[in-house]
């Protein structure tokens, strides 16, 4: 596993835009996937995005594509979500996740609060 801190969440205006950080340290080399999750208040946790380092490859919900994007920066241990465009159905509890195994979600950031007012 590996330890995730997200920053970055805070109150934005509708049509406004944020970047969330998720800050990753341990076994870091061996993570196949990071990635977004969200949940809502009273909804179930969904995904949001992903990243496979190996192959390069990203993953989005429909719900986000052209709106939001997910990079990373290897140096740094950094995954980023810059969402633009937000909407009110944006507001959330965003969490950073990262797959070291190959198989699943193993490792879940604390989360960070993203609220987008109308």
């Known amino acids: 596993q590996v330890r995730l801190v997200e920053s970055g969440g805070g109150l934005v205006q509708a049509g406004g835009s944020l970047r969330l950080s998720c800050a990753a340290s341990g076994r870091t080399f061996s993570t196949y996937s990071m990635g977004w999750f969200r949940q809502a208040p009273g909804k179930e946790r969904e995904f949001v995005a992903r990243i496979r380092w190996r192959v390069g490859s990203t993953n989005y919900a429909d719900f986000v594509k052209g709106r939001f994007t997910i990079s990373g920066d290897n140096a740094k241990n950094t995954l980023y979500l810059q969402m633009n465009m937000l909407k009110p159905e944006d507001t959330a509890v965003y969490y950073c996740?990262?797959?070291?195994?190959?198989?699943?979600?193993?490792?879940w950031g604390q989360g960070t609060q993203v609220t987008v007012s109308s």
């Open positions: 996740v990262a797959d070291t195994r190959g198989s699943s979600w193993d490792s």
